[in-house]
């Protein structure tokens, strides 16, 4: 913008100031709005297109010509074994994928709570502590997921093995991670220990903005300190326990390298992502891997509408 | 200590436990544990022998620091490994780039959402929320399919390039680092900024004279956030990288950890590597990055 048009913007508002400036504003979202587009919105949109088609590696690299066939990859889907649910020994993806994402961010609000309620008091090294605490979320995944896989370890040199043995609780090694049951609680656990910092930290700027009235108004009542944290923090709470849990739900469903790292998938643990993943790049159906992905799609596309209006409430 | 002052000692220990202090230290003392054991594990790990790994028991405390798997790791004579400093290369070749250009993208982007008026803002800004929430893995399939195209039409190949790898974490950091940097925007003084337009600066000079200086902070926690995305991704790269001069770290170690028979001191080694910078990253810009995470509850 020129200096000429800077001078006239002080005394007019007229239009075509605005239309430089809007100019100049396109110019500088572009990149960022051609990366969005181009890597997110359009191959989102792509991924609909390839759902209804036949796609496999055999027309990869001509997907436009892929011949039509309506429903047929959802079906392919919806019948496959490892999609539907069965019993409970063999749950399918669809009920995995929901018992693994709605315990694991239980379990992740619930521990980020009792983390953001111990570092919320004041203490001797409690800087250091709130450091510590966030390890496992900076931390890369392949990396944590491999040490666990070794404290797990099915062998004698596992250290869960070996405390279990030592207290007399097991007789023999066990293979955790490939016992079903034992490997979806494991992963389940797993999320928790590694996503509960992000809920601390949310939890723990909210608790810090309580005002401290409330405390002492109720102190002079009379509370204890159960009745104060019933009546005062969990109200004022409310939302950011609901937000994030929101938030964590969705990222958790989407969640593909946790578990992939860990089993494989195998053993009771194949969420959705995963089974898109197999269906894509292992049996090479890309229709059907991207049908998968559509219901993952619908599926989160319900917790963002629960997300997008609890945030918008606590806007109010 | 001294005996007179011993029972005070006493005395001052049965007086500060208390009920509530007690259940302090233990939950504290639980999570601590949880938390730095598997980092004790890994690091200790490293420094075993392939023997002591190998042991009936595990050893929780090495005798000795052995390098022995940081030095098999770098060997260049073996096959399985020798790739790994060109892995480590590879992945600062992946995330020092896109950290860079999140940053580039991101101000000026910010800049024009909290500075300019124009058209269409909202909707570019929800569309860019929304992304924050989209499945990774939805996201595969039609851009393998679409980069093959492209790659076939512009004469590229899509696997085995780090460019093509850092356009789709682009897409990744730049939601992320879009929203961080428009709140850190809003609450900087426009004062300024305004002065300097009527001076005659125009809005380029403003952004890189008055903005940019003062939004430092937010712009190293944005850098070093993006650059934490970039080395920690595994999905993308584990689809997109085929040959091992080609692969990041974290495809690399998922390769030698799956290895028929791996060598764990090697792998934790490996891992040791990967999270020791990360780490220490985050410990320097702490401060910053916390406040990413709770402004923008960064994606992870």
């Known amino acids: 913008m020129s200096k000429k048009n800077m001078k006239l913007k002080r005394t007019s508002k007229n239009t075509p100031l605005k239309k430089t400036e809007a100019r100049l504003a396109y110019r500088f979202i572009f990149p960022t709005a051609l990366i969005v587009f181009g890597l997110v919105i359009f191959p989102a949109v792509y991924s609909i297109w390839i759902s209804f088609h036949d796609v496999g590696l055999k027309n990869l690299n001509d997907v436009y010509h892929a011949p039509y066939i309506g429903f047929e990859n959802y079906k392919n889907v919806i019948n496959d074994f490892s999609f539907k649910f069965q019993d409970w020994k063999n749950a399918g993806a669809i009920v995995t994928s929901v018992v693994y994402s709605l315990f694991s961010t239980i379990f992740t609000v619930l521990l980020g709570l009792i983390a953001a309620l111990l570092l919320n008091r004041p203490f001797k090294g409690r800087g250091l502590a709130r450091s510590v605490f966030l390890f496992p979320y900076v931390a890369p995944v392949v990396s944590v997921a491999f040490v666990w896989r070794w404290i797990l370890d099915p062998r004698q040199s596992g250290v869960v093995n070996d405390l279990l043995m030592r207290l007399n609780l097991i007789n023999t090694p066990q293979a955790y991670l490939s016992t079903r049951g034992v490997a979806l609680l494991l992963v389940i656990l797993f999320e928790a220990w590694r996503y509960f910092p992000f809920a601390m930290l949310m939890i723990l700027a909210r608790l810090q903005a309580i005002d401290d009235m409330l405390y002492e108004a109720a102190e002079v009542d009379g509370a204890s300190g159960w009745q104060k944290f019933l009546y005062i923090t969990l109200p004022e709470l409310r939302y950011v326990l609901g937000s994030s849990f929101l938030l964590r739900l969705i990222w958790t469903f989407n969640k593909f390298d946790d578990i992939f790292l860990l089993t494989g998938g195998g053993y009771g643990t194949k969420v959705l992502p995963i089974l898109t993943y197999e269906f894509s790049f292992k049996t090479l159906n890309f229709g059907k891997g991207a049908a998968a992905a559509m219901i993952l799609l619908v599926i989160v596309a319900i917790f963002m509408i629960l997300y997008s209006r609890i945030t918008s409430k606590n806007e109010d | ?300």
């Open chain 2, 1 to 300: 200590m001294k005996s007179d002052k011993k029972k005070n000692f006493i005395d001052h220990l049965a007086g500060w436990i208390s009920w509530r202090r007690f259940i302090f230290s233990i939950v504290m003392i639980f999570f601590m544990v949880g938390i730095l054991f598997p980092f004790y594990w890994m690091i200790s790990s490293s420094f075993k022998s392939f023997a002591e790994i190998g042991g009936r028991e595990p050893a929780y405390f090495p005798e000795q620091l052995r390098l022995e798997g940081y030095q098999e790791l770098f060997d260049p004579e073996n096959v399985y490994y020798r790739d790994f400093g060109q892995n480590i290369v590879n992945s600062i070749k992946v995330s020092v780039p896109t950290a860079l250009i999140t940053v580039i993208f991101s101000t000026l982007g910010a800049y024009a959402i909290t500075r300019l008026q124009f058209k269409g803002k909202n909707l570019f800004l929800n569309s860019i929320l929304l992304i924050y929430l989209f499945p990774g893995v939805l996201l595969i399939i039609p851009l393998f399919a679409m980069l093959s195209r492209l790659g076939g039409m512009f004469g590229f190949e899509v696997q085995d390039n780090l460019p093509v790898l850092i356009a789709t974490y682009l897409a990744q950091t730049l939601p992320v680092a879009l929203y961080m940097l428009t709140n850190y925007f809003k609450t900087i003084p426009t004062e300024i900024e305004q002065a300097g337009l009527i001076d005659g600066c125009t809005h380029t000079d403003v952004l890189l004279k008055i903005t940019l200086p003062l939004s430092i902070p937010a712009i190293v926690s944005v850098f070093i956030y993006s650059f934490m995305i970039a080395w920690n991704e595994f999905l993308y790269a584990f689809i997109f990288l085929n040959s091992r001069t080609q692969f990041t770290i974290p495809i690399a170690i998922n390769t030698i950890f799956n290895d028929p028979s791996p060598r764990l001191n090697v792998v934790m080694a490996a891992s040791t590597i990967m999270t020791i910078p990360v780490l220490i990253l985050y410990l320097a810009l702490q401060k910053y990055i916390e406040r990413g995470i709770v402004a923008g509850g960064v994606k992870g």
